[in-house]
């Protein structure tokens, strides 16, 4: 199984950069880095996804290290709707599209 | 686009009944998945299907069945309900390709089994 490793939980203030980190030391050379959120027993939310490179998109930044066995999810103004379990998930995609969910992090954006 | 819809979104089961629970997309998605959340849990794989008239057993099949016999329906079936599939119920549907796609998740449906 692609087991991650993330802190329980994380709080963060209102308006600051919530910075996610994720320990990942089994991925291998041709598996991406997904985040996905889960507000208050919704649907899980896909939020980004990468492979080696740092990326942006309009939710948050993803940035993973060099030698690919960590990353950081950055939320750079959260908001109390950023309040949520995140989740750190890796695979290869292609063929294998089974996604391994772990208990993630619960994020708490403080007013 | 409705994206991912599941019905019912709340059902109370005696142990021993049985249910189908719907699952439905308008994105006309390939694979579709069923998954189940337990209290302080992440979520776990029940089944998927990479495409109409096909399924597999994902990490926790035992005590469920599914058939996918349209592209845009997923259901999954307890034929005999137990107080351990007490759960919230999520389906998601994806696209398939060599860049791995995301995952479109459901509202879920919350069943009791008593």
């Known amino acids: 199984d692609a087991k991650t490793t993330q802190p329980p939980s994380m709080d963060c203030a209102e308006g600051r950069a919530a910075n996610l980190p994720c320990n990942h030391s089994?991925?291998?050379?041709?598996?991406?880095v997904y985040w996905y959120r889960q507000i208050h027993s919704q649907g899980p939310q896909y939020i980004i996804h990468?492979?080696?490179n740092n990326e942006t998109n309009e939710m948050a930044s993803l940035i993973i290290t060099e030698d690919r066995k960590s990353s950081t999810l950055i939320l750079p103004h959260a908001t109390l709707r950023d309040t949520a379990v995140y989740y750190c998930?890796?695979?290869?995609?292609?063929?294998?599209?089974?996604?391994?969910f772990g208990k993630g992090t619960l994020l708490t954006v403080n007013p | 686009n409705a994206g991912v819809t599941q019905t019912p979104k709340f059902r109370v089961l005696k142990t021993g009944q049985s249910m189908t629970l719907l699952c439905a997309q308008d994105?006309?998605?390939?694979?579709m998945y069923w998954y189940r959340q337990d209290p302080g849990m992440g979520l776990r794989l029940i089944h998927y299907?990479?495409?109409?008239?096909?399924?597999a057993k994902g990490e926790v099949p035992d005590g469920y069945n599914v058939s996918r016999l349209k592209k845009q329906n997923f259901l999954l079936g307890l034929e005999s309900a137990a107080p351990s599939q007490t759960s919230v119920y999520f389906c998601?549907?994806?696209?398939?390709?060599?860049?791995?796609?995301?995952?479109?998740f459901g509202p879920g449906t919350r069943l009791t089994v008593t």
């Open positions: 998601a549907s994806s696209y398939v390709g060599q860049v791995p796609y995301e995952q479109y």
């Open positions: 089994t991925i291998s050379g041709n598996e991406y």
């Open positions: 990468g492979l080696k």
């Open positions: 998930i890796y695979n290869s995609g292609g063929s294998n599209y089974k996604l391994t």
């Open positions: 994105m006309n998605h390939e694979y």
């Open positions: 299907s990479v495409g109409e008239g096909t399924t």
